[in-house]
């Protein structure tokens, strides 16, 4: 049996690091530790721990990195319910040697931390280095696109190139836009790579476990649709036309340049302006941009949902797997 890789995921309470934690421990890819064979030995089963005897909680080779503050929260005592280890990491405030002493035994190390977090990661790149981390996986998780395009991108490349300039194994995964979030900017004609947000975690166990992709950034995506396709899709499939305008957010920070509410509409503009109006969130220009591509690389899928059917689960009132941001 190999050696299950043992990942860290960083920000798993968040919205994308929940689907992360969900895709590594029900990937068949060993990040679990398989305990199974004991499970059968008497003498050794009485000295297991009893949560690696229930077959419905993980045996954990994957750990939560989460901040001391929320180490109380229902949402990592559920993922300890889980069987994962939960370890103590704050990206704004921890020092080298907790980093070092937290990131100590893993393999690989996720991030998927909240949009104020981003730049912090660069606090963590020496002990990544020192700790031998065999792949990191920054906080990208978004569209393509080059640089200066939007800000939120490129704090995210300030944090690449920094691990590239110490030499940090990395892979770079971008899942296009949530299905979950089907705004229409522009004339909504441009294609997106589109991700359920529930299935993005399924193919970031694939990938990270992939030497294709390491040193590699990564389309991940199930479907590409125009978001006038999208809307016709919803109207088809709830029988009723909910096609709604899209505001004009720049306006906002022309008012108030320190205001964290227009800053978020400027970034939330930008990536509209990227995808949608300039067609950065495609395969194809993914590919003239280097990326290999999920689809060529799994061919034979992970399951995902298609859009109709979430469609369909939310009319029928069944949760769509989007919750509030942190
Ligand atoms: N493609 C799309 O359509 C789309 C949509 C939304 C987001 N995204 C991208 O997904 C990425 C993650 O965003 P998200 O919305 O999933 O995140 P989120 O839910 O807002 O938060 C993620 C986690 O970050 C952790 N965190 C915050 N500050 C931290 C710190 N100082 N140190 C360590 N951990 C910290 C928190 O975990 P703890 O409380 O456990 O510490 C939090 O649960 C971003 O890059 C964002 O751009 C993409």
Request: proline share 6%; glycine share 8%.
């Amino acid at each position: 049996m190999a050696a299950p890789i043992k990942v860290g995921v960083l920000g798993a309470t968040g919205r994308t690091g929940e689907t992360i934690v969900d895709g590594l421990v029900g990937s068949e890819t060993k990040y679990v530790r398989d305990l199974s064979s004991l499970f059968t030995y008497p003498p050794f089963t009485k000295h297991i721990p009893s949560i690696y005897l229930n077959p419905n909680t993980t045996t954990q080779e994957v750990t939560v990195l989460t901040r001391p503050s929320s180490i109380d929260n229902d949402e990592v005592k559920a993922l300890k319910a889980r069987g994962l280890r939960t370890v103590a990491l704050d990206l704004a405030t921890g020092t080298k040697a907790e980093f070092l002493q937290a990131l100590e035994g893993l393999d690989v190390l996720v991030s998927a931390v909240s949009y104020k977090a981003l730049a912090d990661q660069q606090r963590l790149l020496e002990a990544i280095k020192e700790a031998g981390i065999k792949r990191f996986v920054p906080c990208f998780w978004g569209t393509p696109a080059p640089r200066g395009e939007q800000h939120l991108l490129d704090v995210k490349f300030d944090v690449l190139d920094a691990a590239q300039a110490i030499d940090i194994p990395y892979t770079v995964i971008n899942v296009g836009w949530w299905t979950q979030m089907p705004d229409i900017p522009g004339d909504g004609n441009v294609p997106n790579a589109l991700s359920d947000v529930r299935d993005i975690g399924k193919y970031a166990a694939k990938i990270i476990a992939d030497p294709r992709t390491l040193n590699k950034f990564v389309l991940s995506y199930s479907e590409v649709f125009t978001f006038n396709q999208i809307y016709d899709l919803m109207d088809e499939v709830s029988v009723e036309s909910i096609r709604t305008p899209l505001a004009e957010a720049k306006e906002k920070l022309k008012k108030d340049p320190t205001d964290f509410s227009a800053q978020w509409a400027l970034m939330f503009n930008q990536y509209l302006d990227s995808w949608g109006l300039r067609g950065h969130n495609t395969p194809q220009y993914a590919k003239y941009l280097g990326y290999l591509d999920v689809q060529d690389l799994y061919p034979e899928g992970v399951g995902s949902k298609p859009l109709r059917t979430l469609f369909q689960e939310v009319l029928e009132g069944k949760p769509s797997g989007i919750r509030a941001m942190k």
